[in-house]
């Protein structure tokens, strides 16, 4: 027989794979619908494209020590290329960016993008996108 409190864990457990899926399912959702909205209109959002990857970098900030940011953005053999050298990401930065959400504060003066569908343009023009970087989890840097 099955005590009463183990009874709840069991719910309680159950429960939060059940919204984990329905998150999960909603962020597919999402993400689907924002990239179809992109490609329906790809001229718009090839104009939109450049700002949108340069708006990410800025609002990273710089690295410690330096002033400001670079961007490149280099076109070789049919890719397109964009670097920058802007602040590590963070953990939470890589799920903004991956599921189309937003690590910043919706409210900031200091951010441009709060609605976290700028990066998804990106799979509106290409089927391939490829994202290296620094990712800084709890003060220690790796690549990503």
Do not use: Y
């Not at 009874?7 to 984990?20: E, G, H, M, V």
């Not at 670097?83 to 919706?106: C, E, N, P, R, V």
Request: aromatic share 6%.
């Amino acid at each position: 027989m099955v005590e009463a409190g183990e009874a709840n864990n069991n719910l309680i457990t159950s429960l939060r794979d059940s919204l984990n899926q329905q998150v999960d399912k909603a962020l597919a959702r999402r993400i689907r619908a924002r990239v179809r909205d992109a490609r329906s209109d790809p001229d718009r959002a090839a104009c939109r494209w450049p700002f949108e990857l340069i708006q990410n970098a800025h609002d990273a900030g710089a690295r410690n020590g330096r002033e400001g940011i670079c961007v490149v953005f280099e076109f070789m053999d049919g890719v397109l290329r964009f670097q920058h050298d802007a602040a590590a990401f963070s953990m939470d930065d890589i799920a903004a960016l991956l599921t189309g959400g937003s690590s910043k504060d919706f409210d900031s003066p200091e951010t441009t993008g709060r609605f976290g569908t700028g990066f998804l343009v990106t799979h509106a023009l290409s089927e391939r996108v490829q994202v290296t970087g620094v990712l800084e989890v709890n003060g220690k840097r790796s690549s990503l």
